[in-house]
T-cell receptor, first 110, second 116 residues
Framework: QKEVEQNSGPLSVPEGAIASLNCTYS??????FFWYRQYSGKSPELIMS????GDKEDGRFTAQLNKASQYVSLLIRDSQPSDSATYLC??????????FGKGTRLSVIA | DAGITQSPRHKVTETGTPVTLRCHQT?????MYWYRQDPGHGLRLIHY???????DKGEVSDGYSVSRSKTEDFLLTLESATSSQTSVYFC???????????????FGSGTRLTVV
């Protein structure tokens, strides 16, 4: 069974700091990786996707992928209280539905 | 949410009754999915569809059935609701299920179902 693991948190960081969220996956054939943000009581929304080893930056967000280590991470620079949410890692292997991790709860303290 | 709506938003039903949740999209996307989300379990796939009348089971499909008679609608039916099916149900759509899809999924707003 394909698994996606995340630390459930909560991860607490002060405002303005870098938040680092981590995800590991079991299927070495996985090819597409996604980060979703979910506010309490709301639906998940896509914030980043990454397919190749290395870093991908979008504004304050950077996704990092290391396929050899089966590891994907999300860095949030200059964290804001509005970034407080649960972050879900999702992994795709070919033509199969996304498998989601259980999410990491992030709390940014003002 | 980007042309995807779920109904109802909230429902309370009694054990043993059938319940149908509806997902409607206006994006003409081929792929549609039903997930449930529970504390400690994250998002778990119930069923998905890769075209009209083409569906397949996910990891937690027992007690659920689906139908997709047209591109825009994907129905989830709880054949005889049980308390263990109390959950938040999310529908999602995707333009492509391929390995290098640039789109990920777009989620509906969810249906909070309580079985008493």
């Amino acid at each position: 069974q394909k698994e996606v693991e995340q630390n459930s948190g909560p991860l607490s960081v002060p405002e303005g700091a870098i938040a680092s969220l981590n995800c590991t996956y079991s299927d070495r054939g996985s090819q597409s990786f996604f980060w979703y943000r979910q506010y309490s009581g709301k639906s998940p929304e896509l914030i980043m996707s990454i397919y190749s080893n290395g870093d991908k930056e979008d504004g304050r967000f950077t996704a990092q992928l290391n396929k050899a280590s089966q590891y994907v991470s999300l860095l949030i620079r200059d964290s804001q209280p509005s970034d407080s949410a649960t972050y879900l890692c999702a992994v795709n292997s070919g033509n199969t539905p996304l498998v989601f991790g259980k999410g990491t709860r992030l709390s940014v303290i003002a | 949410d980007a042309g995807i709506t779920q109904s109802p938003r909230h429902k309370v039903t009694e054990t043993g009754t059938p319940v149908t949740l509806r997902c409607h999209q206006t994006e003409n996307h081929r792929y549609m999915y039903w997930y449930r989300q529970d504390p400690g379990h994250g998002l778990r796939l119930i069923h998905y569809s890769y075209g009209v009348k083409d569906t397949d089971k996910g990891e937690v499909s027992d007690g659920y059935s689906v139908s997709r008679s047209k591109t825009e609608d994907f129905l989830l039916t709880l054949e005889s609701a049980t308390s263990s099916q109390t959950s938040v149900y999310f529908c999602a759509i995707s333009e492509s299920a391929g390995a290098h899809s640039n789109y990920g999924y777009t989620f509906g707003s969810g249906t909070r179902l309580t079985v008493v």
